[in-house]
């Protein structure tokens, strides 16, 4: 276990945790949203008054989800200029999840739990009752076509152990939407997500806001809208999130969604603008790659699993493979015992049995802008942009509130 002036340590190296002691993560967001519509909160609710959030009289909420924007990337954007609504005083911001991925945290957006409780922990884990390890975006084993998990048993509408936030608030009367790409309509993460909501597939910007504008106009009176645009997620992995792709899109993704909001004339509606998590930059010479010839590869009982940023180990002598690991990479690395990470709260909670299994016994997390990754299959390439860590770029994202 982590002594106290350990955990001090991991502080003092700019780590930024999950901010649950001040209820300023995404599960607190979104159990705000349900208190707000009248539903018992599965989580502490988001102090959203301390924050200036007014959602008096407000009826209808579409919350925009922007894979991998970060609050730090925000505010270098609204430098520029050009926003009429979007303002540096409608910009808060709140953690993401650990770790700071897609799977975890839009679980957290879509239950308004935390990684501990919704058993999402992650890019790739290790299911003992499937078993081995599966890529938890395409909810597939390692290296097979999406959603191969279901050939072996797997429904994505009945593994999460919790409704999903559409769920409860269908039983207090209140519809809910969820519109994403066309492409992921009818995936099984997507329908994990979406019981009980109405689901709409779009191409791109122009019918994204068309569907939220017929929401908005003709829907019902009451109603929560998540709106899912993973494209700036793609062009941080592949050009960095400091690259002009990056930031020209994420700057002209504003631009329209302030525009839009301000063409609305619908009354009691609000908008948020937020993220699943952020990025770091990963320069290749900072990524440490190995394989099944590596020392450590015997160690093991499984693949590893996790992130390039925060990996998961599977094995059956952890102190051996931790010295192992800080003899060759003290300096680029730093290994928690499972114990260590719930001590530090990093899931928002103690795992339960089954769930610890999905993680293992050591989690490594990269130092810096380190990466460490595993060749899988050997067709594995580099990244510019890489996010699951625990940076400030990472953790911290935005929280941009709007409202008529």
Known sequence: MLLFLEVMSLLEKKLVLPDYSNKKTIPNFSSAILQHFGVEPPFEPFPLALEDINLKGIDKIIIFIIDALSYNAVLKLLGKGGFEHIKPDTLKKMTSVFPSTTTAALTSFFTGVPPAQHGMLGYTLYLKEFGGLSNMIELTPM????????????DPMKFL???TIFQQLHEAGITGYHITSKSFVNTGLSRMHSIDAHIKGVYGLGDMIEEVHHIISSGPKKSLTYVYWGLIDSYGHRYGPKSEAYMEESYWLLRALDDFFGKLRSKKTAFFIVADHGQIETPWEKEIWWTKREKIYDYLYALPGGEHRAMYLYTHYPEELKSVILNNWNEQLMVLNLEDAEELNLFGGHLKKDLKSRVGELIVIPRDDYAFCF?????????????????????????IFLRK
């Open 143 to 154: 290296a097979q076509e999406r959603d191969g998990l279901t050939k072996v048993g797997f």
């Open 161 to 163: 152990p919790l409704p």
């Open 375 to 399: 060749k899988y299959t050997g067709q594995e390439h580099s990244m510019k942009g890489r996010h699951g860590g625990l940076t400030d770029d990472e953790m911290f994202v935005p929280l």
